[in-house]
């Protein structure tokens, strides 16, 4: 095999703020195929999943214990591609993956060092990490696993109209829970309420929070899955029922700003409501993926799930697409194809 | 039986800021044994004990889901007494009893209402409330329950020279956790490593706790004992190990002042560290004391356990005993015995 093209989307510059198409530098090297280390494997990317919490990544080393993408590296994102080459027998040529990996046509993959899991049997590429990725999963494991929600408790999803927002609504109300939506603008809360069929929706561009909880969860909330942080999580605190639970999933409100996600405003209604909040990362279920992706796959052939994926096609177009996320302008997960089966 | 003189020490005025006697008045009253209601019972108090989260209680009616005591009534305050007059036969006259009462010498109590725990049989009623009350049980809880801290792992307790920081930290060592407490002061951190052997202890009056913790806690903090809140639980925060658990018992910092006790500066470390806030309150584990007051005392007994009470005589005494919490000036859990047993 000869050298080969690897085009990369590179951190050009960090984002003061809002992220923008300057902060991407475009790039060519070449890859040599038979430089493998021992162990490792080269993937060829097919697509890449856009997920908010990159924009975290482009920030300066910290001590939130989330990685720094280092100027002039590619940009690190969840990817599904094919092995090209291996030093690894437990991925052979011509097995699909999906791993971290960065936007480029090829990278050498340490799997010890990430979780790597092999695309499910009838899965498409882009499906194995849109419809069935990273957002479906968070939103699963985050509410199973972290809300542990029971039949007819009161379950509020914030940014419920995204991917993982709306699969954790839709597998609230499979589980019995009496599910509200927070969301913004009348085309998503409409989708939320007449098509996934949520027991209440908030408006947070009309709607004021506080008022909305108290006539929509009159005996509080009893899990908070929290995807955006800030005030409309410090509103939910106030609002949380004793022994409530908040999935710490995500803090979209500040990601693309210079603001840190600060907390709660007074830790006392934790203390005497006895409620939990709990941080988690979906790559800590590894293990039982394929088992929730088997259900979710049921589910959505049973016509009990809507999964939204919105794909964008090229590798030219991941930059604009990646930004895409931040102004609202997706339509459910956000893959970018840039190899299509 | 006749009327009987009841003392009493009504809130007069709701602290600004720090409480001081001056918000206090007392006041006398008499009560007629006779007339009890159905299920209820006539309590003698014996000794109150202070809790540094009874100034919480001072504060007027918020959403933070404790009580606020009103102005003119006693001062709410968790007590040990006996039964003098009864319409429950589960708790017929002579019993001794620990419950929520408040500062008087006699309180109808509604059993429905609060959890009454029986006096255990060996202790005496300042032992039911001191050495083997609510603030060693809250430690103990706290940090078997909710902390749940495995062999091996660092805990580090905040306040480790009080009643409950003391008793966890203990605990802890049982366990065989490296154990490193937080306290103010030469002789609370002598203390704490020669009397109590903890494998380091950090004086917040003079230690930079951030290179305190980068020194003590290389890996990490497993299990934080919050009694503080403010600025030290954010450090902590900043210090926490992966899958780390943040226990909620207290924010002491912030009680006797007019400020809420905000919480972590950034919710994006408890998410990619999947770490774990709770707040609890002990009487969560009601059902579950008797138990825990026998291994406390089995641990006593065997010399595995210090338990220091700090004893004062005297309604009269009561406000300006309570004052000594919050200028440090108690050592151990603060009982004020108004009629000895």
């Known amino acids: 095999m000869r050298k080969l093209r690897n085009r990369q989307w590179l951190l050009k510059s960090r984002p003061e703020g809002q992220v923008a198409t300057h902060n991407f530098g475009y790039h060519e090297t070449e890859i040599d195929p038979h ?15 856009c997920a908010p919490t990159m924009r975290n990544w482009m920030d300066p080393p910290s001590k939130n214990l989330y990685p720094s993408i280092s100027i002039g590296t ?19 040529i011509g097995s699909r993956v999906s791993t971290l990996s960065s936007w480029q046509d090829y990278e050498q993959i ?10 499910a049997e009838g899965l498409s590429s882009v499906e194995s ?4 990725g990273l957002n479906s999963l968070t939103g699963y494991f985050g509410l199973t696993k972290v809300g542990l929600p029971k039949a007819g408790e009161t379950v509020v999803i914030s940014a419920a109209a995204g991917a ?9 109300k499979i589980l019995g829970c009496r599910t509200i939506g927070i969301a913004g603008g009348r085309e998503k809360c409409t989708w939320l309420s007449e098509e996934i069929g949520l027991d209440g929706v908030l408006d947070y561009k009309i709607d004021k929070l506080n008022d909305g909880f108290d006539h929509l969860c009159p005996n509080g909330i009893d899990v908070y899955f929290d995807n955006v942080g800030g005030a409309m999580l410090r509103t939910a ?7 409530g639970r908040i999935i710490l999933c995500g803090q979209i409100s500040t990601y693309d700003s210079d603001q840190a996600a600060s907390g709660p405003e007074d830790m006392m209604r934790l203390i005497y409501g006895s409620i939990r909040m709990e941080g988690f990362l979906t790559r800590n279920y590894t293990a039982e993926f394929p088992e929730a992706i088997k259900q979710l796959r049921e589910w959505e052939k049973e016509g009990m799930l809507t999964l939204k994926e919105d794909i964008r096609d090229g590798f030219d177009n ?21 190899r299509p089966d």
Chains 1, 2 share one sequence.
């Open 35 to 49: 430089q493998i280390d021992d162990g490792n494997f080269l993937i060829e990317n097919k697509a890449f999943l």
């Open 74 to 92: 590619p940009i690190l994102a969840p990817a599904v591609g094919k092995v090209v080459e291996s030093n690894n027998k437990q991925f052979p």
């Open 110 to 119: 340490d799997p010890t060092g990430r979780p790597v899991n092999f695309v």
């Open 129 to 132: 990490i849109g419809k069935f």
């Open 164 to 172: 993982t927002g709306s699969l954790a609504a839709q597998v609230a």
């Open 237 to 243: 605190v106030n609002h949380m029922a004793k022994f």
């Open 318 to 338: 991941l930059p604009k697409s990646y930004l895409d996320l931040f102004t609202g302008q997706n339509r459910g997960t956000l893959v970018v194809n840039i």
